[in-house]
DNA sequence: CGTACTAGTCTTTTT
DNA sequence: GACTAGTACG
C-alpha cells in the first residue's frame, strides 16, 4: 500500500507524468492539491530528485503555506529544501541576491497601491497632467497593466505616437520609474517585471536558476499574465519540466492583468505538452455541481470538460428573494443561527460570499445582533491602514532612507509644524544635489531656502538617527515601542476625540505583537525581512481556520476555500453580474463574472444557498435589480423555490410585512421567455415604494485587527499572550485602581460591572457590563473609568 | 502652518 | 453614504 493508492487515474497520471510539460486541467474540488504534493513526494522519493531542484509557484502565501505543510507531512525529511513560495515572494528573492546587476541596489523596499499613488501624483504635479481629465487612477491602471504586459516606458511610448491621452500615459510612466529608481524601490508589478529583466540581461544568473529550477510547478495557472508566463517560460526553458495546474474556468483576475490565453494556449506553446484533465470532483453533492455545471455552460471558448462526483446528489440549491437587503442579511444570519441550533453546521463551516466588499457591512450588523461568531476577509488590508502604515513608515525610515515616501510621510506625523513649502523646499535641495530626500534633511542648516524651518527638522533627523543607533541591540520590538513612546504617536490618539482612535490603538497593538511574533519565529530576523514579508502579505492569508467563526468575504477572495454551508448573498443583475459586466460590450467581462459565479458556486461542500433582495442601497442610491441571471441559468429542478419571472420593479407587488412571502403573491408577467429582454436597467432611479422603517443602526465595531470577535469577552483584541514585558512604562499606563466584580462608572455608558481585564501588551484591556449600554471591551487608559 | 469645511468621486474584484 | 482631496480662513 503506498501513498498513490488513494488516487483516482487521472490524478496517479498527474503524478506519475514527471518529465516534460505537463497541463493539469483541474476542476473545482478534484484535488489538485493533493496531485501537486504528491508529485512533489514522487519526485523525491521515486525518482530520486533532489528538494534543491523542485520549485512550486502559487499566488498566495495562504496557498504557498498549506502546500508547505502538506509537503512537510508527506515527505518529512529534506522537504524544506524544495522551494514553495508565491511569485511575489520568490521574485524578491532573487532579486535581494541580484537585482545590483540591473543597477538597483539589493537592498530595495516595496511600494504598495498607496505608496504608488502618492509617486504618481507628485509625478502628475511635475509633468504638469491635467488630473481632471487624466486621473491617477486611470494612469496607475495603465502603466500596471503594461507591466503585467512586459511594455516598458520606452515601447509604451512608441506605441503611444499619435495618440494625446497615451502620450501623457507614457511620459508619467518614464517619470514614475525614474522616481521609483531613485526611491529604491520597486512596486508589486515591478517585483516581476524586475526579474524578467534580470534574466534577460544577466544569462548567468538566469542559468543558475533554470539549473537549480529543474522542476517546476505552477498553481491557479489561469491566474497568471504575461509577465508571469514570462518568467515561468525563461526558468523552465532549460529542463522543460514544467507542470501548470488550474481550471480556466476559475479564471477571475482579468482586471489583474491574468491572461486566460497562457492556460488555453499552452499546448501550442508547448506542442509536446501532456494534458491531463482532473473531472472527478470529491468536494460538492451532484445537485450543486449541476448546479455549477449548468451555469458555466452558458460560457464559450472554455475548455470541454464536466465535473461529477460519487457523492450523493444531496439537498435542493435553496433560493430566496427579498425586499431588502436588510432582509437578506436577516435571514443569512437567522439560518446559520438555525443549522448551528439543530446540530448541522458549525459556525466555522459557514460562508457567506458576495461580489462587492460593500455588501459586508449589513451582514456583519446581523451578526453582531445576533452574537454570531464571524471574520472579515478583506475590506482595507491591515497593512493598509493610516496608523499601521504610519508605523511602518517609521521603520521604513529607520531600515533605509532613502524611501523618500516614507520619510515624507512621517516627517510631520505627529504634528512638527513642517508644512507643504519646507517639505517641497527641502525636496528641491535633494532634486538639486541628486541626493535623497532624507539625506538632504541631514544637512538642513545647509539648505538657505528654508530659513528658519530648519530648526525643526534637526530633531526628527536626530530622532530617526538615534533609533537606528539603538536598534542595533534592541531589537524590533524594542525599536517599535521605543518609536511609539518617543513620538508619542499613541499618546496622542489616546487624547484624541476621533471615535476609532481606540480601534487604531489596537491595529497598533496588534502590530506589536506581530512584530514580536516575528522575531519569535525568525532567529535572525532583520528590520528589513520583517517589512519584506509585511509587503506581500494578503488578507486572504490572515485567515485563521481555527476559530470556529462565520467568514464573510467577497467571491474573489474564496477561490482555493471550502465549505460545508454557502451562502451567495446578493444574485441579482446590476450587482452579480455586476453593473459594469452588464453595460460593457465585450461579452469577455459577463464571462469572466460567470466564472465568478462558478467559483462561488463550487465553494459548497453540501448546501448551497442563494439569496437576493428586490431593493438595495448601493452607492447611496436605492436600487432596484431583477434576480441575478445567473440564478436564472440553474435549472428549476434544482432550486427549492421557484425564481419569479418578473422583470421590472414595477412588476413587484411588495408585501406587507413579507419578507419572501410576496414572491408567490406576484403578478405573473409574461412577455414570452426572454430573462433579460423587457429588463432595462434602472440604477439610480428611485420609484415610490412604501420601504419598510430603517431598522435601528447596530453598531458595528470597527475591524478589529486581526479578527472581529463580537460578544465574546475574556479574548477580546488585547489578549495578546507573551507580550508583556514592556507594557508599564512606555505609556506611563499604571495598574487600574480596579478589578474584576467592581463596579466603575464611564463618562458616556454612565455604571456597570467590571467582568474582565487582561494585560495588553501597551495597556489593560477591560471588560464591562453596563448598566445601561451593554457590554464593552476598552483600553483602561482610554476609558478613564472611576472606581464607585 | 494648521484647521474646518466643501465638493467631488467612488465601487467590482487584489498580489 | 463614505471617504478623500482641495480650498478658504485663522
Known sequence: MSIYDTLNEQQKQGVFTTDGPVLLLAGAGSGKTRVLTHRIAYLIKEMGVQPYHILAITFTNKAAGEMRERVNTIIGHGAEQVWVSTFHSTCVRILRRYIDRIGFDNHFTIYDTDDQKTVMKDVCKRLQIDTKTLKERTIMGAVSSAKDELVSPEEYLRQAQGDYHKMKIAQAYAEYQSVLRKSNALDFDDLIVKTVELFKLCPEVLAGYQDRFRYIMVDEYQDTNTAQFELIRLLASQYRNLCVVGDDDQSIYKFRGANIRNILDFEQVYPEAAVIKLEQNYRSTQHVLDAANAVIRNNAGRKDKALWTQNGEG???????????????????????????????????????????????????????????????????????????????????????????????????????????????????????????????????????????????????????????????????????????????????????????????????????????????????????????????????????????????????????????????????????????????????????????????????????????????????????????????????????????????????????????????????????????????????????????????????????????????????????????????????????????????????????????????RDYQVTVVFDGAGQKIMYAAFAKLKKL
Open 315 to 761: 439537498s435542493m440549491v435553496h433560493f430566496r428573494q427579498f425586499d431588502t437587503a436588510y432582509d437578506e442579511a436577516e435571514f443569512v444570519a437567522d439560518d446559520v443561527m438555525r443549522k448551528v441550533r439543530e446540530g448541522r453546521a458549525s459556525y466555522g463551516n459557514c460562508a457567506v460570499l458576495y461580489r462587492t466588499n460593500a455588501q459586508a457591512r449589513m451582514l456583519e450588523e446581523r451578526f453582531v445582533v445576533e452574537g454570531i461568531p464571524y471574520d472579515v476577509v478583506g475590506g482595507t488590508n491591515f497593512y493598509a491602514r493610516r496608523e499601521i502604515k504610519d508605523m511602518l513608515a517609521y521603520l521604513k525610515t529607520v531600515d533605509n532612507g532613502s524611501d523618500d515616501v516614507a520619510v515624507k510621510r512621517i516627517i510631520n506625523v505627529p504634528k512638527r509644524g513642517i508644512g507643504a513649502t519646507t517639505i517641497a523646499r527641502v525636496q528641491e535641495y535633494a532634486d538639486g544635489r541628486g541626493i535623497s530626500f532624507y539625506d538632504a534633511l541631514r544637512e538642513a542648516d545647509r539648505i538657505m531656502t528654508i530659513g528658519k524651518s530648519a530648526v525643526k527638522l534637526e530633531p526628527f533627523v536626530t530622532m530617526i538617527q538615534t533609533f537606528r543607533s539603538k536598534s542595533e541591540y534592541y531589537g524590533l520590538e524594542g525599536l517599535i515601542k521605543d518609536i511609539i513612546e518617543t513620538t508619542g504617536y499613541v499618546e496622542e490618539l489616546e487624547q484624541s476625540e476621533e471615535d476609532d482612535a481606540e480601534d487604531r490603538i489596537a491595529n497598533i497593538d496588534e502590530l506589536i505583537s506581530k512584530i514580536v511574533a516575528y522575531e519569535e519565529s525568525h532567529e535572525e530576523g532583520s528590520l528589513s525581512e520583517f517589512l519584506e514579508e509585511v509587503a506581500l502579505v494578503a488578507d486572504i492569508d490572515r485567515i485563521d481556520d481555527d476559530g470556529n467563526r462565520v467568514l464573510l468575504m467577497t467571491l474573489h477572495s474564496a477561490k482555493g476555500l471550502e465549505f460545508s454551508h454557502v451562502y451567495l448573498a446578493g444574485m441579482e443583475d446590476g450587482v452579480f453580474p455586476g453593473y459594469m459586466a452588464i453595460t460593457s460590450d465585450s461579452v469577455e467581462d459577463m464571462e469572466e463574472e460567470r466564472r465568478l459565479a462558478y467559483v462561488g458556486i463550487t465553494r459548497a461542500k453540501e448546501d448551497l444557498t442563494l439569496t437576493c433582495a428586490r431593493q438595495r442601497m448601493l452607492r447611496g442610491e436605492t436600487q432596484y435589480n431583477p434576480v441575478s441571471r445567473f440564478v436564472k441559468e440553474i435549472p428549476e429542478e434544482l432550486l427549492d423555490r421557484k425564481v419569479p419571472s418578473v422583470k421590472r420593479w414595477d412588476e413587484v407587488e411588495y408585501g406587507e410585512d413579507s419578507r419572501e412571502r410576496s414572491l408567490f403573491k406576484t403578478k405573473p408577467f409574461d412577455s414570452g421567455e426572454g430573462n433579460t429582454a423587457a429588463y432595462r436597467p434602472v440604477f439610480g432611479t428611485t420609484p415610490a415604494v412604501s420601504a419598510k422603517p430603517k431598522p435601528k443602526a447596530v453598531a458595528v465595531p470597527k475591524r478589529t485587527p486581526a479578527q472581529n470577535r463580537p460578544f465574546i469577552s475574556g479574548g477580546g483584541v488585547g489578549a495578546l499572550k507573551g507580550v508583556n514585558g514592556l507594557s508599564k512604562g512606555i505609556q506611563g499606563t499604571g495598574e487600574p485602581d480596579y478589578t474584576v466584580g467592581d463596579r466603575v462608572k464611564h463618562v458616556k455608558y454612565g455604571e456597570g460591572t467590571v467582568t474582565g481585564l487582561e494585560k495588553g501588551p
